[in-house]
């Protein structure tokens, strides 16, 4: 015989089965406790030998219970923490469960390594294996840095709190790649501290990616709950706000890398100046909608346009008119500065129509 339970007696965070088995007859029905149904549930999901005023977080219980002549009868269970294992922590939350979220973003930031690996076993890039492996780690540590600084504007452009959770795993991708990144240049030395030390000090992009590289570990380093909880969530949020300037160090790393050929850095420093520039603006309007969206876009496009120009123009022997002839006419790729409009004309358009859909709630798509 199975009885439906009608009233939900469970505390905060418990579950109540939905359903359970009735006493057999001839069985001796144990009349509830005395005191007010809360005082009872209090009391049984209290354990055994604890104080009352007792300190620390909220224990977790499993609920279940039976029926009695004068009602339903809870009974709890301590069930302890759900625990997960460091290994699985990269694809699982914080409740031990899959995060499909977190898988999805181990597999993208998995998919350039293994790229790079498949590359040099086969020996297609012959003997070019350290300074293609060099370039690639260093260009992918930087593109994985900056979509760790997107997650934010694209949680409050698209309204969705989930890609939260792929934030954490990008963080530590991005130092992941930067320190290969440094063990390849090291290794293609020898290993030589005392060569390597001197061209740190020597060379000024060097100087920028060996900041850049301390400031992603130290942030790696406190990436977990337990460095939350030891240094409390404000003092956490500050050291984790130095990201910002991991991202400008990184950016000018680059660009002082390959000075000739500026093309690629460009356009990263103009994705890197659109998303401090929202920050900006939501900082001061705290609302950013669609026409600050597509005024963002344009003013960040122009002055990368401008920049590129100007290095061309100031670093270079290229004539300049010729970088602006092919932001005119189009002839030959597409320059940085059509890339950085494209992409914001692209997020606005998509949060405008995620905007529209009749499940979203007012203010809360294109809004900060």
């Known amino acids: 015989m199975r009885i439906i339970i009608l009233r939900d007696m469970r505390l905060p965070g418990t579950k109540v089965a939905r359903t359970i088995k009735a006493a057999p007859p001839g069985v001796k029905r144990r009349r509830r406790r005395p005191g007010t149904p809360r005082k009872a549930q209090e009391r049984l999901a209290r354990p055994k030998n604890a104080s009352r005023k007792a300190s620390g977080p909220p224990r977790r219980f499993r609920a279940g219970g039976r029926i009695t002549e004068i ?20 694809v699982t939350g914080r409740s031990g469960r899959w995060s499909p979220e977190r898988i999805v973003a181990t597999a993208l930031v998995s998919a350039p390594a293994l790229w790079l690996t498949w590359r040099a076993t086969t020996d297609e890039v012959g003997g070019r294996v350290f300074v293609e492996a060099i370039r690639h780690t260093g260009d992918w540590a930087i593109y994985i840095l900056l979509a760790t600084l997107a997650v934010s504007p694209a949680r409050r452009i698209f309204a969705t709190g989930r890609l939260v959770a792929m934030r954490r795993t990008f963080g530590i991708a991005a130092f992941a790649y930067a320190l290969w990144h440094a063990w390849l240049y090291v290794a293609a030395f020898g290993y030589d501290a005392g060569f390597i030390i001197r061209e740190i000090l020597a060379q000024l992009y060097l100087t920028v990616g060996t900041l850049a590289l301390a400031i992603l570990t130290v942030l790696a380093l406190t990436s977990s709950d337990r460095a939350i909880m030891a240094l409390g969530s404000a003092r956490w949020n500050r050291l984790h706000s130095l990201i910002y300037a991991a991202g400008v160090l990184a950016v000018l790393h680059y660009l002082l890398r390959s000075p000739l050929n500026v093309s690629q850095p460009i356009m990263m420093a103009g994705y890197l100046a659109w998303l401090l520039g929202y920050r900006v603006l939501r900082a001061i309007l705290n609302e950013v909608g669609r026409w600050q969206l597509l005024g963002l876009s344009a003013g960040v496009a122009a ?66």
């Open 71 to 90: 009602g339903f009868e809870p009974r709890l269970r301590y069930a302890g923490r759900p625990t997960r294992s460091h290994a699985m922590a990269i």
């Open 303 to 368: 002055l990368t346009a401008i920049a590129e120009v100007s290095w061309y123009a100031l670093r270079t022997d290229i004539d300049p008119r010729r970088i602006v002839s092919a932001y005119i006419t189009f002839d030959g790729p597409v320059m940085a500065g059509w890339w950085i409009l494209g992409a914001g004309l692209l997020v606005t358009l998509a949060g405008w129509r995620r905007a529209l859909r009749p499940h979203a709630s007012e203010g809360t798509t294109l809004s900060a």
